[in-house]
């Protein structure tokens, strides 16, 4: 009797540790009890869970087949060596440990969920539907988190996190509810709780690939591309398998500048999944970076192939300066958007595909009716508020001020200096860039996201609550120089070569112009500048790839470029001289002449690569990647009065800058 309280004792304490998460002691506390009881089975079974969840598969292994040699009718022996082999990718076996579980015991929540895993691996996905329904039925923790997840759905997260808190004290280690709490978080905005639930579950299941997936994710969403890399890289390796995780991978490589890499696992997720055609389309936009354009044509067609309602593939053709659609194709394209589908991401894309086709046949009435067809689609899905940017923008120009500027400054610091081209999207920024990235000491780094993701994190852990840009005012002048330091550390890997100089051309840095001044003194700053209605119809004519969300109403986008207007026109005010104005029809017009005024303002000496800029060979990841390995053209300037009976309402916005 004695001896059956003490081991129901230990197994409480040691269960009570993995509740809460407590490995390490978990273990110790097993190994410690088994030492005067090798053959109990209930606490060599714990400690093969622990095992298990700390990553020592090779000990769990023996410990729990020893366990079921020693209790062969023990279920949860079974479950725990199916999920064993499902971190060691071999999902054919962990079925049958799953299906011995259920066999053993029919109420084993944990086995139908992971039955339910292995078969959706395996492609048998009714299968895995039946599996995951017995689960819900069975796991009142699942059933509490369908009931959160449905309230997350429907925007009531207070009510979601109340389901959640209600089952999260008697399991605080339960990744699933965590998963739930940090997605709750996310959606109210609650982003540094959110990062921190999901690290903790990272921490809890160092072994399980999709806590390192979800913050990859998170990260992405974020703009913190680098680190959702790294991330990535980490969930990939855990489970190579899942395409999913492999494709998001390879689409941050993409982000962050590693083209190469990112063609890699491009072709790594079509050896898993041939036509699988997000990755199609990824292989065929790094294709087109590196300037390879017929075998990204050739990827992009074969994504149409494998499924032609993959409208992404559509536009990414269209997008081609020189590709033109067959009469088949166009007819294709009708077809699908005259069918019943209810994927409004694809028919947004066929309309913009659409619109092309028109304009390359010089039916610009018929590429309007699908340009607002298509964009009325986009701004339906996505969130802008133009209140807000104004509201932003009014905190800019209230806080950087003449005398703020002048008495706060930072050291400039040793190394490569930035040069950031501004300015609205589609206004020539990418001219602008390979003209100086065809310098030998200027790097073309693309769009960077380092500026905007330290002006967001500025002051997130300060108890105080001020944020950007207020906080700039607590910071010395030892603060702002780390700071810059901080966005140089950042893009090093946007800059493998280390030249002396380096471009960001992030449009909407224009912005956080008064922080490059503050951190970065030794930057300089292009603001590159469009007639007002050839940038909006400009913008109204591109299906970005993420953000830009001012392009898809004309009138709300003609009410960014007064924004943006207004505030470069503060920036002179307050930094006279510190801005380089480059008017993009003057480049047109004058390349040498405009060319020599941008590297005399950069302070580089004259070099003619710069003037045959379309012999540079770099990657180019923008939606100007054709243009730029092109000489100079004029056919853009002037684009808008294609569209000119359209644009009345745009006109009188903009009146005063026509």
């Known amino acids: ?72 009718k023990f279920a949860k022996p079974h479950e725990d060596l199916g999920t064993l082999c499902l971190y060691e990718g071999n999902p054919e076996r962990a079925v049958q440990y799953f299906e011995e579980a259920i066999r053993l015991d029919g109420s084993q929540a944990g086995a139908y969920a992971g039955l339910a895993k292995a078969l959706a691996r ?41 389901v959640c808190d209600s089952i999260s004290k008697q399991h605080p280690a339960n990744t699933n509810i965590l998963r739930m709490q940090a997605s709750i978080a996310t959606k109210d905005g609650r982003h540094i709780i959110a990062e921190g639930l ?37 969930a990939v390796a855990l489970e190579p398998s899942v395409v999913t995780s492999q494709q998001m991978l390879a689409d941050f490589l993409s982000i962050v500048g590693q083209s190469s890499d990112a063609l890699e696992i491009y072709d790594a997720v079509l050896g898993l999944d041939p036509d699988y055609s997000p990755a199609l389309v990824g292989r065929g936009h790094m ?55 209810e994927d409004d991401n694809a028919m947004v894309s066929f309309h913009f595909a659409l619109a092309r086709a028109c304009e390359d046949d010089s039916d610009f009435d018929g590429a309007w009716q699908h340009y607002v067809l298509g964009n009325s689609l986009k701004r339906e899905a996505i969130q802008y508020d133009p209140v807000k940017i104004e509201m932003s923008h009014d905190k800019i120009v209230d806080f950087f001020t003449t005398e703020f500027l002048e008495l706060n400054n930072s050291q400039a610091s040793d190394g490569p200096a930035p040069i950031f081209i501004v300015g609205m999207p589609r206004s020539g920024s990418t001219l602008l860039e390979q003209i100086l990235a065809s310098h030998s000491q200027v790097e073309g780094a693309a769009e960077l996201p380092y500026l905007a993701m330290l002006a967001e994190t500025l002051g997130s852990h300060r108890s105080g609550g001020k944020r950007y840009p207020g906080v700039l005012a607590d910071m010395t002048a030892e603060q702002l120089t780390a700071l810059g330091k901080s966005y140089i550390y950042h893009s090093k890997r946007n800059r493998p070569e280390n030249l002396p100089r380096f471009t960001d051309k992030r449009p909407a840095n224009f912005s956080h112009i008064g922080l490059i001044h503050l951190a970065l003194p030794n930057a300089k700053i292009i603001d590159v500048r469009r007639h007002p209605l050839d940038a909006c119809v400009g913008n109204y004519r591109q299906l970005f790839a993420k953000g830009k969300n001012h392009a898809y109403d004309l009138y709300e986008c003609a009410e960014y470029y007064q924004e943006y207007v207004r505030l470069m026109a503060h920036w002179d005010e307050v930094l006279p001289g510190r801005v380089l104005k480059v008017q993009y029809e003057d480049v047109v017009a ?58 009345a309402e745009v006109k009188e916005a903009l009146a005063y800058l026509l």
């Not at 089975?41 to 598969?57: D, E, P, S, T």
């Not at 020599?596 to 939606?623: F, G, I, K």
């Open 287 to 341: 294709l087109r970076i590196l300037g390879r354009w017929d075998e990204a044509i050739i990827s992009y067609e074969s994504a149409i192939a494998a499924r032609p309602d993959f409208g992404q593939a559509w536009w990414s053709l269209a997008s081609l300066r020189n590709y033109r659609f067959s009469t088949e194709q166009i007819d294709e394209m009708r077809a699908q958007v005259n069918s019943a589908s």
């Open 198 to 234: 999901l690290k903790r579950i990272i921490k809890l299941s160092p072994y399980n690939d999709r806590p390192y997936a979800d913050l990859g994710r998170f990260l992405g969403e974020r703009d913190r591309y680098p680190e959702g890399v790294d991330v990535l890289k980490q």
């Open 1 to 72: 009797m004695i001896q059956a309280d003490k081991a129901q004792r230990a197994f409480e304490d040691i269960f009570s540790l993995i509740n809460s998460g407590q490995f390490e002691h978990a273990e110790k506390r097993c190994k410690s009890y088994l030492e005067g009881s090798p053959d109990d089975i209930n606490v060599l079974g714990l400690l093969g869970v622990v095992l298990l969840r700390i990553g020592k598969i090779t000990d769990a292994k023996p410990i729990l087949e020893r366990t079921i040699r020693l209790e062969p």
């Open 122 to 162: 395996l492609g048998e996905h009714e299968a895995a539907n039946e599996a995951e329904k017995r689960h819900l039925e069975l796991s009142p923790i699942a059933q509490a988190l369908a009931k959160a997840s449905k309230l997350l759905a429907a925007g009531q997260t207070a009510k979601a996190e109340e």
């Open 590 to 647: 004058d390349i040498e002449g405009q060319t020599r005024r941008m590297l005399e303002y950069c302070e580089l000496p004259w070099e003619d690569a710069c003037l045959n800029y379309y012999e540079t060979s770099r990657p180019v990841n923008t939606a100007s990647s054709d243009q730029v390995r092109e000489p100079i053209f004029d056919d853009a300037v002037g684009y808008w009065k294609n569209f000119e009976s359209e644009l």
